[in-house]
């Protein structure tokens, strides 16, 4: 399965954010730390990461049942270091801009 999606931590959030981010990032299963790139990777099947514009995106592929897991885990995990409900922007969760 293609993955492809975005999530609602902006591009500007302050380093202390996206200091979390990696902490959570680096706590997932997979998480591959010989890479020069945030990513997870098993066999054949591989995500990573970047920040853009439209949120952190999340691109690679991995079977489905794997990466709705996965996944699910993922969005929890950064929720409860940073405070606020991590999903998608199109499926109405807000970015959130105040960090003071």
Not at 15 to 42: F, L, N
Not at 53 to 60: A, D, R
Request: hydrophobic share 30%; glycine share 6%.
């Amino acid at each position: 399965m293609a993955i492809n999606v975005n999530l609602n931590i902006h591009w500007s959030a302050p380093d202390y954010v996206w200091d979390k981010v990696s902490e959570v990032c680096k706590s997932m299963d997979y998480y591959d730390a010989t890479s020069d790139i945030p990513r997870w990777s098993t066999g054949d099947y591989y995500i990573e990461y970047s920040s853009e514009p439209s949120g952190l995106q999340l691109y690679g592929n991995m079977p489905e049942d794997m990466w709705n897991k996965w996944y699910a885990t993922f969005k929890e995990r950064l929720t409860d270091a940073l405070g606020y409900e991590i999903g998608e922007p199109e499926d109405g969760f807000e970015f959130k801009y105040d960090w003071e």
